[in-house]
């Protein structure tokens, strides 16, 4: 009889340690390591409610991320553009939407500085592809960079 409820008891146990195991994505096998993983992870989501307490706290949560979002300026120059899109804040990937925003215009940068690590900034120097023919202003330019950005931004919001 004791057996029988110490099989439960164990068959229960070890349930308990697969679920947290799967919750966890613990990768862990033996029941020590499957615990340790879990407690891992409690302690990095208490790092990252501990952030998000106080961002909200300091109000810097809802100012910074619409205060610090790309700002995009375009300027003609007597062959091309001169692309400055910059940011207080870090924005990864969003490189790849602007350099498509670019292909899409047709136009080829003949000179770049990026920079990512504190924040973001991007120069860029471009003219149009002349195969195209079509002549483009700065507000169209701006306009498709802020675009990608607008896009970027959503898929960034949803994460």
Request: glycine share 6%.
């Given at each position: 009889?004791?057996?029988?409820?110490?099989?439960?008891?164990?068959?229960?146990?070890?349930?308990?340690?697969?679920?947290?195991?799967?919750?966890?994505?613990?990768?862990?096998?033996?029941?020590?390591?499957?615990?340790?993983?879990?407690?891992?992870?409690?302690?990095?989501?208490?790092?990252?409610?501990?952030?998000?307490?106080?961002?909200?706290?300091?109000?810097?949560?809802?100012?910074?991320?619409?205060?610090?979002?790309?700002?995009?300026?375009?300027?003609?120059?007597?062959?091309?553009?001169?692309?400055?899109?910059?940011?207080?804040?870090?924005?990864?990937?969003?490189?790849?939407?602007?350099?498509?925003?670019?292909e899409?215009?047709?136009?080829?940068v003949?000179?770049?500085?990026?920079s990512?690590?504190?924040?973001?900034?991007?120069?860029?120097?471009?003219?149009?592809?002349?195969?195209?023919?079509?002549?483009?202003?700065?507000?169209?330019?701006?306009?498709a960079?802020?675009?990608?950005?607008?896009?970027?931004?959503?898929?960034?919001?949803?994460?």
């Amino acid at each position: 009889m004791v057996s029988r409820e110490h099989k439960k008891a164990a068959a229960a146990l070890h349930e308990k340690l697969q679920l947290l195991r799967s919750i966890t994505n613990s990768h862990a096998l033996n029941e020590t390591s499957i615990i340790v993983d879990a407690s891992k992870y409690i302690a990095d989501l208490k790092q990252k409610v501990d952030r998000l307490n106080q961002d909200i706290s300091t109000g810097q949560s809802s100012s910074h991320n619409q205060n610090s979002w790309p700002v995009v300026a375009v300027e003609t120059l007597e062959k091309g553009f001169l692309v400055n899109i910059h940011s207080d804040r870090t924005c990864p990937g969003l490189l790849v939407p602007i350099l498509g925003a670019f292909e899409e215009l047709g136009l080829i940068v003949s000179e770049a500085r990026v920079s990512c690590i504190d924040s973001f900034r991007l120069e860029a120097l471009g003219g149009e592809d002349e195969e195209i023919g079509e002549s483009i202003n700065a507000q169209v330019v701006e306009q498709a960079v802020s675009q990608a950005i607008r896009n970027w931004r959503e898929l960034n919001d949803q994460d």
